[in-house]
């Protein structure tokens, strides 16, 4: 395992960490050369297992020995002490371990839908927070797959990966285009188009028929301002989690997890 010695941050050989927090220039940088980064052991050895290839590792020289299984003579592993990753990186590299890995050509919104019993439709969810949260929840409570619109934020951007612990390298999921037509795609598969919203005549999750449930595809909207009039429009039936105490709704994350369960319940897991 060939360790580089990394002691100038402007070295060209890691060009693929440069400035990590600046997320435009990420936006930038990232799809149109065919990578991403991931951050932490556990989610690295998670792309890895999800059959990513790697391209190179940056890491602190003090935890070098901790990821020697995972490199061969050919995979670039580059280390420099925290002052150095900062400057590469932008931020405190506290977990120790990035990776860039090789994107993997994404399959279409149809490959996803086949043989899937549940998925979440995402419209305008740019927080990567939120999106890593979902992909998280998409992964553990029964959900198939996601489908994004073109105005969703990258699912293997540093911070979704993280948040999602991973998960998102466990998920299909596909662009949908162009929107919102392309939601009769979802529709002649199969599926019941359920649009999420906080709206008092909207008809409550636990009171769907299993009609309804059979085949559901959740749609969920961006923090804030939610599912625009034309998701709506191309729905088939607006749903509700009832609230109490004067609360008007969740975090779109939470509320996601929460209707992923309710949709899944009967599955006897």
């Not at 998280?136 to 999602?164: E, K, N």
Request: charged content about 25%; overall charge negative; hydrophobic content about 45%.
């Amino acid at each position: 395992m060939p360790v580089v010695p990394i002691t100038d941050p402007e070295d060209d050989r890691i060009a693929d960490y440069r400035a990590l927090t600046d997320v435009e220039l990420r936006t930038r940088w990232e799809p149109p050369n065919g990578l991403f980064i991931a951050e932490g052991e556990l989610v690295v050895r998670r792309a890895l297992r999800a059959g990513y290839r790697l391209r190179s590792l940056l890491m602190d020289s003090k935890r070098v020995d901790q990821v020697a299984d995972l490199v061969d003579a050919t995979t670039p592993l580059y280390a420099g002490d925290q002052a150095v990753l900062e400057a590469i990186t932008g931020f405190h590299v506290h977990r120790g371990v990035l990776a860039s890995f090789h994107r993997r050509p994404q399959p279409s919104a149809e490959e996803v839908l086949a043989g899937a019993r549940r998925v979440a439709v995402l419209e305008g969810m740019n927080s990567h927070t939120n999106l890593g949260a979902v992909f998280r929840s998409v992964a553990g409570l029964g959900v198939d797959g996601v489908l994004l619109s073109p105005t969703c934020a990258d699912p293997l951007y540093r911070r979704s990966v993280r948040v999602s612990m991973g998960e998102v390298f466990a998920v299909p999921y596909a662009r949908l285009e162009p929107w919102p037509s392309a939601l009769e795609i979802v529709r002649a598969a199969g599926f019941t188009l359920l649009a999420m919203t906080p709206a008092a005549d909207a008809v409550p999750l636990q009171r769907l028929t299993a009609e309804q449930r059979a085949r559901p595809a959740l749609m969920l909207g961006a923090e804030g301002p939610g599912l625009t009039k034309q998701a709506f429009e191309a729905s088939d039936l607006r749903v509700v989690i009832p609230m109490r105490r004067g609360v008007d709704s969740l975090n779109v994350a939470t509320a996601a997890a929460v209707a992923f369960w309710e949709l899944s319940r009967e599955d006897g897991l």
